[in-house]
């Protein structure tokens, strides 16, 4: 993952409308009349959180070939593969200086 695109992602989740927004999607696909209520947040506001998170990747919109006027929104895995990859690696170095600061103080007793 990219600097950028892990910047975008944590940033689209430091939301906490957007996180939730993000948890109803992970249960199933919704649409946006669906989202608002459940958030209780305003068609506007949920479209301006929408917005980031389909810029940082997280989200998909869809159109069903039956009716192009419906927007269906859809959680990509890819964003959050990537975020818990850099984490765990992020979580392998603070155990080996950890480790390498315990060394240190046996050494010093």
């Not at 993952?1 to 957007?18: F, G």
């Not at 669906?34 to 159109?63: F, Q």
């Not at 192009?68 to 975020?83: F, Q």
């Amino acid at each position: 993952m990219t600097a950028p695109q892990l910047d975008a992602t944590l940033a689209a989740l430091s939301d906490p409308v957007r996180r939730r927004v993000v948890e109803l999607l992970a249960e199933r696909p919704r649409r946006p009349g669906e989202l608002t209520a459940e958030t209780g947040t305003s068609p506007s506001t949920l479209s301006k959180h929408l917005r980031v998170l389909r810029t940082s990747g997280l989200v998909s919109e869809e159109h069903p070939a039956h009716d192009a006027r419906v927007r269906i929104y859809t959680l990509r895995s890819a964003p959050m593969t990537e975020l818990r990859g850099w984490l765990e690696a992020t979580e392998r170095g603070w155990a080996q200086q950890l480790t390498a600061f315990q060394d240190l103080l046996a050494e010093e007793s």
